[in-house]
DNA sequence: GACCAATGTAAGCAGTTGCTTACAAGGCGC
DNA sequence: GCGCCTTGTAAGCAACTGCTTACATTGGTC
C-alpha cells in the first residue's frame, strides 16, 4: 500500500520536513548554536539524509535562508520600514521563522555560509533605509539605525526579564521611532524639493 | 640559580601570563569563541596550568572580568557616561582589555558565567543611564540605549568595510549623542527642579 | 518474481572542546 | 644529601561537532 500512514519513503516530505526544522531551530537559536543533530531529531529523521538532501549545514542555511528575511523590503514603504521591522521584533506570538531575520542579522563570526548572508541582508536593509535621508551619509546613519534594531534583538533574545522583554510594544515602537527619526528624516525644504519632482 | 631568566617555577608570574592573555583574547572574540587552548598557547603557558590556578574556563572569565568594565561607572558622571562609552568603544587602538565590557555586554546564551556577568554588568549601566531622565519608563528608556550600544559594538566586530568601521569617530558619536538624548533628556521643568535641591 | 534505484538506518570517523591524570623536575627546609 | 611540596609537562578522556560510509529496506519496472 503506497499510501500507508505517516510518511515513509517520501524524499519530498522529508526535504520540506528538514527545511521546517532548521527554520525553527535556526530561528530560535542562530546558525552556530543549532546542531544538525537537534534538526534532524526536530524533524524526526535521520540524521544522514539532511546531508543527502542539503549537502552541508551551510548550504542547508542558505536553503532556509533563501529568499527569506526580505519581504519586509518588498512591501513597505520605506517610511514604514522601520516600524514595520520593529512590530514584527517585537510580536508575542510570532510564526516559525518570523526571527529568522534577527538571528541572522546578528549572527558571529567572520567564515560560514552565515557572514555572507549576514553581510548581504544588512546591505539590503541599509541601503532600504539611507533612502530615508538626504544627508551625505546616509549610509552611515542607516547602519547606526540597523545596528539598534540588532542591539535589541540582542538584548530581548539575551535577558530574560529586563523591561524589554516585556515591555508595551508600542511603547518601544514609538521611542525608538522617535528617536531614530533625528538621524534619517529629511530636512524640511530637501523634503519639499523632493515632492516638487 | 634562582634568578634564571624568563620565568621558570614562578606560579605568580604564570597566572599573570595567563590572565593577560585571557584579558586579551576575550576582549577580542568573547568568551565562547575563545578556547583555553588558544589562551595557554598565546601566554606560553601549559594548558593544564591554566586549570590548576583558575579551575575552569568560567571561572578563568570570572577572574578576567572581576572588576573590570565598570571603571566608567564610577569615573564619569553620568551625563557624560554614553559619550564615554562610545569613545571607548570606536577608539582606534585600544589597550587589550578596552573591549572586554563590549564583548561581555555582547555574549550570547543563556548558560555559562558569561550570561551571570553580562546580566550584571547590563543592569548597573542601566541604572546609570536610567538615572539622566525622569520618565517612569526610564529603565526601557536606558536599555533601549544600552541596546544600541551592543548592536553598534556587534556590527563593528562582524562587518569589515561598512561605514561604522571606518567612519569618523566624532560624527559616530554625534549622531548617536543627538538620538539618544530624545530618549534620555529630562523635561525643562524638572531639571530645573533638580538643580534648585 | 527479479532487479535496482531511491530512501532510510546505524555506526563510526576525525576534529574540537573543556578538563583530568600520571608523571617529571625544580628548589626549599632540614 | 634527603625529603617533599610546588611547578611544569604530556598524554589522554569523554562529550560534542559536522560529515561519511556501509548496509538494510522499500516499491516501482519489466
Do not use: C
Not at 71 to 78: A, D, K, R, S, Y
Not at 116 to 130: F, M, P, Q, V
Amino acid at each position: 500500500m503506497t499510501a500507508e500512514p505517516g510518511r515513509r519513503r517520501d524524499s519530498a516530505a522529508t526535504r520540506a520536513a528538514l527545511l521546517d526544522a532548521a527554520t525553527e531551530l535556526f530561528a530560535e537559536r542562530g546558525f552556530a548554536r543549532t546542531t544538525v543533530r537537534d534538526i534532524a531529531a526536530h524533524a524526526g529523521v535521520n540524521q544522514a539524509l539532511l546531508f543527502r538532501y542539503f549537502g552541508s549545514k551551510d548550504a542547508l542555511y542558505a536553503a532556509v535562508m533563501a529568499g527569506q528575511g526580505r519581504e519586509l523590503l518588498e512591501v513597505e514603504q520605506p517610511e514604514r520600514l522601520l516600524e514595520t521591522v520593529l512590530r514584527r521584533m517585537l510580536e508575542k506570538a510570532p510564526r516559525p521563522g518570523d526571527h529568522l531575520l534577527f538571528t541572522a542579522l546578528r549572527s558571529e563570526g567572520v567564515d560560514s555560509a552565515a557572514a555572507e548572508i549576514r553581510k548581504a541582508l544588512g546591505d539590503d536593509y541599509i541601503r532600504a533605509l539611507s533612502a530615508l535621508t538626504d544627508a551625505e551619509d546616509g549610509d552611515l546613519r542607516a547602519e547606526l539605525v540597523l545596528a539598534w534594531v540588532i542591539g535589541i534583538s540582542m538584548v530581548r533574545s539575551t535577558s530574560a526579564k529586563e523591561p524589554l522583554k516585556s515591555a508595551n510594544t508600542e511603547e518601544i515602537i514609538r521611542l525608538v521611532l522617535s528617536a531614530a527619526r533625528t538621524l534619517l528624516e529629511r530636512t524640511e525644504e530637501q523634503a519639499l524639493t523632493e515632492m516638487e519632482r
